[in-house]
């Protein structure tokens, strides 16, 4: 167990609908990492929240956003969805926010979302 | 960004040991190697990392050349729980924290 939480664990919608994945970091993390796994593109990072504010962008499309609450919290908002925005998401977490190569990334157990 | 190159598949037996190569020939001086694997349904998870000297944890040790061109993680006694797709990744800290990952190796132990 990673420590990093993640909701819902399963997701089934319909294109054009929008969703909302959420994440709790470990306690103690600031930084808040959001991914995406596709059987095509393998594990692509999204983006990164430090302490509420967005701190680097990879590649998220416009349609997604997401946003880090006070509490530290992350939620990963997707909508006018698409039939290949199917896949895993993951979000990590990290004690760390400015550039590190060092620092280590915990891993939730992802969300699978299904676009039918 | 530096780029690795990882062998696709690896098969091992049981109990015995595990060497799981990366190349990574565009590799800066600032540049650390790190290891990941994601077992099967599962998120990634951080094994090891390193920058110049051999590192050893409880899960694997990292043996790093002398040119810093190529790395190995060896897991010294594999076990049914270790197969997984295992990620070597170079991050240099820079402007981003962000991992890039690769295809990884899928390493299947046999019983």
């Known amino acids: 167990d990673s420590g990093v939480t993640q909701t819902p664990k399963h997701l089934i919608t319909a294109t054009g609908q929008r969703v909302t994945l959420r994440c709790s970091p470990r306690?103690?993390?600031?930084?808040v990492y959001w991914y995406q796994q596709s059987l095509d593109q393998g594990l692509q990072f999204l983006i990164q929240?430090?302490?509420?504010?967005?701190?680097a962008k990879g590649n998220i499309l416009e349609r997604f956003s997401a946003q880090q609450f006070p509490d530290l919290h992350s939620e990963l908002n997707l909508s006018s969805l698409e039939l290949g925005d199917s896949a895993l998401y993951f979000c990590?977490?990290?004690?760390?926010?400015?550039?590190?190569?060092?620092?280590?990334?915990?891993f939730g157990p992802g969300t699978r979302l299904t676009v039918l | 960004d530096a780029k690795t190159t990882q062998p696709n598949s690896m098969e091992s037996n049981e109990e015995e040991p595990v060497h799981l190569p990366c190349n990574h020939s565009?590799?800066?001086?600032?540049?650390?190697i790190h290891w990941y694997r994601q077992l099967p349904s599962q998120g990634p998870e951080y094994v090891i990392h390193?920058?110049?000297s051999n590192v050893n944890n409880r899960m694997a040790s990292l043996a790093i050349a002398e040119d810093r061109k190529s790395s190995t993680l060896i897991l010294h006694r594999a076990t049914l729980r270790d197969a997984a797709v295992y990620y070597c990744i170079l991050r240099d800290g820079g402007n981003n924290n962000d991992m890039r990952f690769g295809a990884g190796t899928r390493l299947t132990v046999k019983p």
């Open positions: 929240y430090y302490n509420g504010e967005e701190r």
């Open positions: 990590a977490s990290s004690v760390e926010g400015l550039a590190s190569s060092t620092d280590t990334q915990y």
């Open positions: 306690s103690g993390d600031l930084s």
């Open positions: 565009t590799i800066s001086g600032t540049d650390y």
């Open positions: 390193g920058l110049t």
